[in-house]
């Protein structure tokens, strides 16, 4: 019966402005990504439509995406995002032996996920930084760099890499599909996260000091 019950526990894993940080990145990847494959594809450009729309396009999103990042920053919980940032960025013993394939018992985000997040964000920032100049050079062209453009594709390419992985494990993988209600919901079964956040688990049951 106790068991039962812990197997239909529900846990609270990502708040609301987490969720909506991620999905925002997300549909915006897309629609860069999408157009963006245009760009890079002449024949694609002249027959979905004028190349000069498709790019209008990819610019207008990278710009709604770049507000919409910082909006949620500002005004969203921001003391959640710090949190979850302290978590990611420190990498301790039992991170190290999960990326040496050595079971460990994981954090809230495993050593994976954090390697992604930090990835994640260190692309964003280098895709706008490119990105900007591709466009400030076509404006003033003291600003055209040799390799802009293909630091650009670069990008897209690790990006689409490491994005096959991530819909991977969230779509496909029976083990780790269940973290799709996680991003969704915001909930998780207690009885899952034991098995894969181990620690966090742990940490979220611990009573308060006094
Ligand atoms: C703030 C973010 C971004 C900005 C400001 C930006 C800007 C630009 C600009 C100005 C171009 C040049 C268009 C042309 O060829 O005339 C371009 C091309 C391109 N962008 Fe972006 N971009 C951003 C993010 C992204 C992302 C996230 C992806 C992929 C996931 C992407 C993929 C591409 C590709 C594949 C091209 C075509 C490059 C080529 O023709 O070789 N961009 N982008
Ligand atoms: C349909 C598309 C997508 C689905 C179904 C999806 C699913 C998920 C899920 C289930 C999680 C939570 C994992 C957990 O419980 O910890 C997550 C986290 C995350 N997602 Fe996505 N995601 C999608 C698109 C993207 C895109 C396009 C990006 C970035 C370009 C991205 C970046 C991340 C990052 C950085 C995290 C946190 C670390 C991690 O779990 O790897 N996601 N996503």
Known sequence: MASEAAATRRLPRFSRTERLLHWTHASAFFALLATGLILYLPSLSTV????????????????????AVIAILVVGDRRRLAADWREI?????????????????QGRFNAGQKINTLLTVAFALLFALSGFFLWLGERDHRFIFDGTGTVHDILTFLSVG??????????????TRHALRGIT???VDESWARKHHAKWVEAENRPPLR
Do not use: C, F, M
């Open 48 to 67: 979905i439509a004028h190349r000069q729309i498709v790019k209008n396009v990819h610019l207008y999103v990278a710009a709604a995406w770049a507000i």
């Open 89 to 105: 960025e420190s990498i301790d013993r039992d991170d190290r032996r999960w990326l040496r394939g050595r079971r460990a018992p």
């Open 162 to 175: 490491l994005l096959v992985g991530h819909l991977y494990l969230a779509l496909i993988h029976p083990s």
């Open 185 to 187: 919901t915001g909930e």
